[in-house]
């Protein structure tokens, strides 16, 4: 069982950054793939970044590619997501996802089994 608790969303100017973090629990917290995935009003989840185990590894959508920047504190149980540059079609909201039987960079949903609650970010034009 991992749980999971996403907060540093809110209120951006376009060009602005934010830094999100997901405070992670559980027994096997610290060894599992972790991802953020982002929903907008009226659209479907869609993934975001992922990070191996160990953070040697990332992947990114290429909506954030050179803009946000995942990283992992596997000695705090947190992942966090650098956003920079943000512009209004980042408006969303953030989730953060551990991925407990996909090893490697998983990127779609339905390898993710825990989620959590979901911070709201706003980025104004």
């Known amino acids: 069982q991992v749980q999971l608790v996403e907060s540093g969303g809110g209120l951006v100017q376009a060009g602005g950054s934010l830094r999100l973090v997901c405070a992670a629990s559980?027994?096997?917290?610290?060894?599992?793939?972790m991802g953020w995935f982002r929903q907008a009003p009226g659209k479907e989840r869609g993934f975001v970044a992922t990070?191996?185990?160990?953070?040697?590894?990332?992947f990114y959508a290429d909506s954030v590619k050179d803009r946000f920047t995942i990283s992992r504190d596997n000695a705090k149980n947190t992942v966090y997501l650098q956003m920079n540059s943000l512009k209004p079609e980042d408006t969303a909201v953030y989730s953060c996802?551990?991925?407990?039987?996909?090893?490697?960079?998983?990127?779609?949903?339905?390898?993710?089994?825990?989620w959590g609650q979901g911070t709201q970010v706003t980025v104004s034009s």
């Open positions: 996802a551990a991925a407990t039987r996909v090893l490697g960079l998983p990127r779609l949903i339905r390898h993710f089994d825990y």
């Open positions: 559980g027994p096997t917290a610290s060894r599992n793939s």
């Open positions: 990070i191996s185990w160990n953070g040697d590894s990332t």
